[in-house]
Every structure is written in structure tokens, then in C-alpha cells.
């Protein structure tokens, strides 16, 4: 298994992708804060092999509908979400 990881920091969030050698990734989208966090994750569709993929909340695989090329998210404090981006070929 190919693995790439990708940190974005800012003062609240922490976002991580392990992308495998079959174009399918898990985002880890950590919140830091105290408080409960709500707002919108762009999706870069370049790390997909073709224009077709699914996206997905994990481990309780529950289909995701982006919004264009951003998901919506809802992470109480101190919690996160784990997201499945399948490449569909």
C-alpha cells in the first residue's frame, strides 16, 4: 500500500489524507477547539484517477452529497469525522 500524507494547520482544524496506491483516501478532520464547529471541506478532485468517485462518512459508510467540489461538515469540540474518498474506474 502506497500511503501520502498531507497535514493542513490552522488554529482549530487539523485535516490528514492517507491516500492508497488504488486512488481511495481517509481525511481525518480533527477539531481542537472546545467548541462544536461547523463549515465546508473542499475536495481537490486531482487526487481521483478518473471523474467518477464516492465519498462517504467512515467506518458507518453513510453516502456523502458534495456541494460542487466541498462536503459539509459538523464536529463537536475536541471530536473529528473520518471521511472515504473512493475512486470509482
Do not use: C
Amino acid at each position: 500500500m502506497h500511503e501520502t500524507r498531507r497535514n493542513n494547520i490552522n488554529a482549530k482544524r487539523v485535516h490528514k489524507r492517507y491516500k492508497k496506491g488504488d486512488g481511495s483516501a481517509l481525511l481525518i478532520i480533527g477539531n481542537l477547539g472546545r467548541n462544536r464547529k461547523q463549515g465546508s471541506i473542499k475536495i481537490d478532485s486531482t487526487i481521483f484517477k478518473s471523474g467518477k468517485h464516492q465519498i462517504s462518512s467512515w467506518p458507518d459508510n453513510q453516502k456523502i452529497e458534495p456541494d460542487g467540489s466541498s462536503i459539509n461538515i459538523d464536529i463537536d469540540g475536541l471530536g473529528y469525522k473520518m471521511v472515504a474518498l473512493s475512486d470509482l474506474n
